[in-house]
């Protein structure tokens, strides 16, 4: 199962792109990297997965390089609404034997106007 | 509307009382789980199910049972709470398979108290 390593915690400002990278070393073959939003007393709801190179929809984009080893999250000038908890997820869906996951701490990113 | 469902919400209860916490969704997925959330510690997986009366153990199984006797329900029982079971629990379902991204859909989270 691959670990994944965030940090713990990120200051940005209105209107500034945010990039929240996402360490897993071990990745293996057929994993995937999927992105995790959460508010507060919210349940975490999915943002953006990819498997190689570039991903990009109309929250955010996610950059993969060739090695698999790393991911970064990327948000388009952000507001206040995006303060939440980020988490990345890195496991195989495809498969009847993966049912176990491991997210890590999460990266808390705090907006200030 | 496609959801999660966890009952109760909110619940206070004491050392050594039963109680269960639901989880259904109708989404028909193969796949469901159940976390815990502490301040500082992310998700911990606690159990998850493959399929119906297929289950297995996450990172945290101690303390909790769970079962799957129907697609739709997979319910979390603590059979004796102690107050380090205090948390916040989230159920989450996914589709398993070709044709599915693994996206995990979670409930809105049932926060427990054991006194």
């Known amino acids: 199962l691959a670990k994944t390593t965030q940090p713990i915690s990120m200051d940005s400002y209105e209107g500034q792109e945010v990039n929240i990278t996402c360490s897993h070393n071990?990745?293996?073959?057929?994993?995937?990297i999927t992105w995790y939003q959460q508010f507060p007393s919210q349940g975490p709801r999915f943002i953006i997965q990819g498997y190689k190179t570039k991903v990009t929809n109309e929250v955010a984009s996610l950059f993969i390089p060739a090695d698999r080893k790393s991911s970064t999250l990327s948000l388009p000038r952000v507001s206040l609404s995006d303060t939440a908890v980020y988490y990345c997820?890195?496991?195989?869906?495809?498969?009847?034997?993966?049912?176990?996951?491991?997210f890590g701490q999460g990266t808390t990113l705090q907006v200030k106007p | 509307e496609a959801q999660v469902t966890q009952n109760p919400r909110y619940l206070i209860t004491v050392t050594g009382k039963k109680l269960t916490v639901t989880c259904s969704q109708n989404m028909n997925h193969e796949y469901m789980s159940w976390y815990r959330q502490d301040p500082g510690l992310g998700l911990r997986q606690i159990y998850y199910s493959m399929n119906v009366e297929v289950t297995d153990k996450g990172d945290v199984p101690e303390g909790y049972k769970v079962s799957r006797k129907e697609k739709r329900n997979f319910p979390l029982i603590l059979e004796s709470p102690s107050p380090n079971q205090t948390s916040l629990y989230f159920c989450?379902?996914?589709?398993?398979?070709?044709?599915?991204?693994?996206?995990?859909?979670f409930g809105e989270g049932s926060r427990l108290t054991v006194l």
């Open positions: 989450a379902s996914s589709g398993v398979g070709q044709g599915h991204t693994g996206e995990l859909f």
């Open positions: 997820l890195v496991a195989n869906h495809l498969t009847s034997n993966t049912g176990k996951l491991i």
């Open positions: 071990n990745i293996a073959t057929n994993d995937y």
